[in-house]
């Protein structure tokens, strides 16, 4: 809503805050910032498309495990915590996480306090969020190939 509305800087605050909680939900903003054309939509699809692997290949990784058989979604989710699995991200996750922070935060700041200058930086920046995105994608998927079960 911040962002629909043009109020960059409490949306900055916001990102700030959600960030610093862990509860920050990027892909929304990202959308919204799409709107407004402060981030490109191919990078927005990108980032997107790259989480939606991550969640189809979790959900695949648990089901395949289960057997494709489950009693409840409580068993899937593993409530209970009979069976837990535990997800270690991967180092260059972490880099692409605080990339994409950075290039929200930057192109958030753009339309108040933005030069030229600055928007060159938040184009490499945004590159390199690409690039780490990229990265992420196929580590996560060597990781996959690496630890699945040989048959």
């Known amino acids: 809503m911040m962002i629909m509305n043009e109020w960059y800087l409490p949306a900055f605050g916001t990102l700030a805050l959600s960030g610093a909680s862990d509860w920050v939900l990027i892909c929304c903003?990202?959308?919204?910032?799409?709107?407004?054309e402060l981030l490109h939509p191919?990078?927005?699809?990108?980032?997107?498309?790259?989480?939606f692997l991550l969640v189809g290949g979790?959900?695949?990784?648990?089901?395949s495990s289960l057997g494709w058989k489950w009693n409840s979604w409580s068993?899937?989710?593993?409530?209970?915590?009979?069976?837990?699995?535990?997800?270690?991200?991967?180092?260059?996750?972490?880099?692409?996480?605080?990339?994409?922070?950075?290039?929200?935060a930057g192109a958030l700041l753009q339309p108040e306090f933005g030069t030229e200058e600055t928007q060159n930086y938040i184009t490499y920046l945004g590159w390199l969020?690409?690039?780490?995105t990229m990265a992420s994608t196929v580590g996560y998927g060597v990781k996959y190939y690496q630890l699945r079960p040989r048959t």
Not at 58 to 63: E, I, L, M, P, T
Not at 129 to 132: E, Q
């Open 75 to 104: 068993d899937f989710c593993n409530l209970d915590a009979i069976q837990r699995e535990k997800v270690q991200p991967l180092f260059i996750s972490k880099v692409n996480t605080v990339f994409q922070l950075m290039l929200v």
């Open 29 to 36: 903003v990202a959308v919204a910032m799409v709107e407004k």
């Open 58 to 63: 979790a959900f695949y990784k648990r089901a």
């Open 129 to 132: 969020v690409a690039t780490t």
């Open 42 to 51: 191919g990078l927005v699809g990108l980032v997107v498309a790259r989480d």
